[in-house]
C-alpha cells in the first residue's frame, strides 16, 4: 500500500509537508558561509512557522545590510517578518535592528524584560514585549524567559506537533545547561542551534538529535568529537526543516 503526502507550499514558494512545522534558516554567523552569502560577527536564525504562516527573526546579527542581503537570498524581504525576538543586548546579535526598523518599524520586538524600556525608548513605532518568565509568541513559539545574573539572555522554544522541541540560543552566558533544563520541563529536546559560548557541561548534551553549535561557541571540535552523530556543521545558507 503506497502511503500519499499532502504537498504544500510556502509563501516565498518552498514545498513542504503537511507534517512540517517549522523551517529554520540560518542567516548571520561568523564560522562558516555558503557561497552567495555574506558572513559577519554575529548571529541571527530566520524561523517560518507553517502552522502560523509567519515569520519570526531570532537575533539580527551585527550588520542590517549583510543581514539583508543573506535574507534576499532566501527570498525574503524585511516586512515579510513579523516578530523579531533578541536574545541580549550585545551588538552582534543586535546590530541589525535600527536598519529593520527603518524598513519595518512596526513590527515586534521581544526582548528580556531588563531591556524592555531602553528598547521602548529607541524604537517607540514597534510594540516592544519584555519577557521575564516562560512567554508564548504565538502558536507553539515560546520565549524561555529571562536568564542570567549579569548578562540578562533568553532563548527560543520551538514545539513541534508532535510534542518535540528545538531551542535557539544567542549566547547562552547564563549557561546552555540552563536553557536545556528549561525546556526540559515542557518536552524532550529534539534540536539545539545558536552560539554555546564556554559551555563544556556535555552531559546535558547527551539525548538531543541534532547538536547545531556556532557563532561564539569555542569548544565545537570537542563537541563534535564528543557527539559525531549529532553534530551539524552550521553555515550561514544552511536551512533545517521540522
Known sequence: M???YLIYVNK????????????IYIIFDNKCVKEGFLPGYGFSALIYSYLTQNYLLFDTGGNAEVLFHNLNKFNVHITDIKKVILSHDHYDHTGGLDGIYKRNPNIEIYVPIEHKQSYKNRYHRSKIIGTSNYTEIEKNVYSSGQFGDHIKEQALFLKSQDNK????????????????LKAREISNIKAIFGGFHGFRKYSYLKDIDIIGACHCTANIS???TKFPNQFKKICVGNSFSF
Open 2 to 4: 503506497e502511503i500519499e
Open 12 to 23: 516565498i514558494g518552498e514545498p513542504y509537508l503537511m507534517s512540517e512545522n517549522f523551517k
Open 165 to 180: 522541541i528545538i531551542i535557539i540560543v544567542g549566547c547562552t552566558h547564563p549557561g546552555l545547561e540552563n536553557f536545556i
Open 222 to 224: 570537542d563537541i563534535q
